[in-house]
């Protein structure tokens, strides 16, 4: 007698044995999915760097060297295409280095939470002057015509002959100064913590005028052309100033705090806030031509070569947007927030990371 009941428990066996391998192999399929489009995004970079010192690095380049200054108290220097040692001894000091420094010829001119300005040779790492403020010097120093123009918290902006370190002149700009200057023709332009764009006379360090803004000034100023600057501010404007018809301003709404060094390639302008917000603009008009969301807190860049601009993220991310549409062209995954500087060189994207390590990663193609 055919046992009907064992066959049919055999059969519903058979089958709940299919479902569960089939169900495995779709959750292997997509696990191996998941890691190779991950093992895609977090490729390794071409060279790294951690110095010894802990930090956050911010850094310039100058003739395929990387010159970076970390936030623990150390200035080196980095050959950029490969990070090998590039000559310069360590330079420390107690205090912080908390933004990049300017370099030309053989020298390097820094600021530093210490209240000075440090003047230090690039071949050899030695101290060449110092200059000492009333306030701690977070502004990148600007090199100008043998001069060094750098702010500092004290409110003063400061003219320095780059060979002396002796003062030319300094002018009281009425707040704090975090971030560089830019000098526009005759004109150099800063921005201070209390909220207003100052116009100062290139060569006597006159105070021409004041243009108030909505919130603080903690981007850098960017020279335009001879007569226009822009400059990032906390109300969420890039403002593009005319330095003889400052009254007359103009400004990019892109929200959140601009504090990132802005793009100015051909007649576009390239902007992105902390919330996440990446736009181009046209530089002579301030008309908006597109706007990218990208859903995370941006902390480094701005950096661009012909077809992208390049963000680094909080969450240690690197995004390639493509400059004609805006578009995410790429997206790296380094592991570590990116929050120092983010420039070209060598044809390399160099990243500076909150562990303190330096990398490159190869350019999309």
Same mark, same amino acid.
Request: aromatic share 8%; proline share 4%.
């Given at each position: 007698?055919?046992?009907?009941?064992?066959?049919?428990?055999?059969?519903?066996?058979?089958?709940?044995?299919?479902? #569960?391998?089939?169900?495995?192999?779709?959750?292997?399929?997509?696990?191996?999915?998941?890691?190779?489009?991950?093992?895609?995004?977090?490729?390794? @970079?071409? #060279?790294?760097?951690?110095?010894?010192?802990?930090?956050?690095?911010?850094?310039?380049?100058?003739?395929?060297?990387?010159?970076?200054?970390?936030?623990?108290?150390?200035?080196?220097?980095?050959?950029?295409?490969?990070?090998?040692?590039?000559?310069?001894?360590?330079?420390?000091? &107690?205090?912080?280095?908390?933004?990049?420094?300017?370099?030309?010829?053989?020298?390097?001119?820094?600021?530093?939470?210490?209240?000075?300005?440090?003047?230090?040779?690039?071949?050899?790492?030695?101290?060449?002057?110092?200059?000492?403020?009333?306030?701690?010097?977070?502004?990148? &120093?600007?090199?100008?015509?043998?001069?060094?123009?750098?702010?500092?918290?004290?409110?003063?902006?400061?003219?320095?002959?780059?060979?002396?370190?002796?003062?030319?002149?300094?002018?009281?700009?009425?707040?704090?100064?975090?971030?560089?200057?830019?000098?526009?023709?005759?004109?150099?332009?800063?921005?201070?913590?209390?909220?207003?764009?100052?116009?100062?006379?290139?060569?006597?360090?006159?105070?021409?005028?004041?243009? @108030?803004?909505?919130?603080?000034?903690?981007?850098?100023?960017?020279?335009?052309?001879?007569?226009?600057?822009?400059?990032?501010?906390?109300?969420?404007?890039?403002?593009?100033?005319?330095?003889?018809?400052?009254?007359?301003?103009?400004?990019?709404?892109?929200?959140?705090?601009?504090?990132?060094? @802005?793009?100015?390639?051909?007649?576009?302008?390239?902007?992105?806030?902390?919330?996440?917000?990446?736009?181009?603009?046209?530089?002579?008009?301030?008309?908006?031509?597109?706007?990218?969301?990208?859903?995370?807190?941006?902390?480094?860049?701005?950096?661009?070569?012909?077809?992208?601009?390049?963000?680094?993220?909080?969450?240690?991310?690197?995004?390639?947007?493509?400059?004609?549409?805006?578009?995410?062209?790429?997206? #790296?995954?380094?592991?570590?927030?990116?929050?120092?500087?983010?420039?070209?060189?060598?044809?390399?994207?160099?990243?500076?990371?909150?562990?303190?390590?330096?990398?490159?990663?190869?350019?999309?193609?």
């Amino acid at each position: 007698m055919v046992d009907y009941r064992s066959r049919w428990q055999s059969r519903r066996q058979r089958k709940t044995r299919l479902r #569960w391998s089939i169900a495995a192999g779709v959750v292997v399929f997509v696990a191996a999915v998941v890691l190779l489009f991950s093992a895609r995004g977090r490729r390794a @970079p071409l #060279w790294s760097y951690r110095p010894l010192i802990a930090g956050v690095p911010h850094f310039t380049v100058s003739d395929g060297k990387l010159f970076a200054a970390w936030s623990g108290g150390l200035v080196q220097a980095l050959v950029a295409a490969n990070g090998s040692d590039a000559g310069l001894l360590d330079y420390r000091r &107690p205090f912080a280095f908390g933004a990049p420094p300017a370099v030309a010829a053989d020298m390097l001119v820094v600021g530093s939470d210490d209240c000075q300005i440090h003047a230090v040779c690039t071949e050899t790492g030695n101290p060449l002057w110092k200059y000492e403020t009333r306030g701690p010097v977070r502004a990148t &120093p600007v090199i100008d015509q043998g001069q060094a123009l750098v702010g500092s918290a004290d409110g003063h902006l400061y003219c320095l002959d780059l060979p002396s370190g002796v003062v030319v002149w300094k002018t009281e700009c009425g707040g704090a100064i975090n971030a560089a200057a830019a000098v526009a023709g005759q004109v150099v332009v800063v921005g201070t913590v209390e909220g207003r764009l100052v116009g100062v006379d290139r060569g006597s360090g006159e105070r021409l005028w004041t243009l @108030p803004v909505g919130a603080a000034v903690l981007g850098p100023a960017l020279a335009i052309d001879h007569n226009t600057v822009t400059v990032g501010c906390d109300d969420g404007n890039q403002y593009i100033v005319n330095v003889n018809r400052y009254q007359s301003s103009r400004a990019v709404a892109v929200g959140g705090l601009l504090r990132l060094p @802005p793009v100015v390639a051909g007649d576009r302008l390239y902007i992105a806030g902390d919330t996440g917000t990446v736009v181009a603009a046209t530089v002579t008009g301030g008309e908006l031509l597109w706007q990218r969301e990208l859903g995370q807190t941006v902390t480094a860049g701005l950096a661009a070569d012909d077809k992208y601009v390049y963000v680094g993220t909080l969450s240690g991310q690197i995004f390639a947007v493509r400059r004609e549409n805006g578009k995410v062209r790429r997206r #790296w995954q380094v592991g570590s927030p990116v929050i120092g500087s983010l420039v070209i060189a060598d044809e390399l994207l160099i990243a500076g990371l909150g562990d303190g390590r330096v990398i490159a990663l190869s350019l999309p193609r």
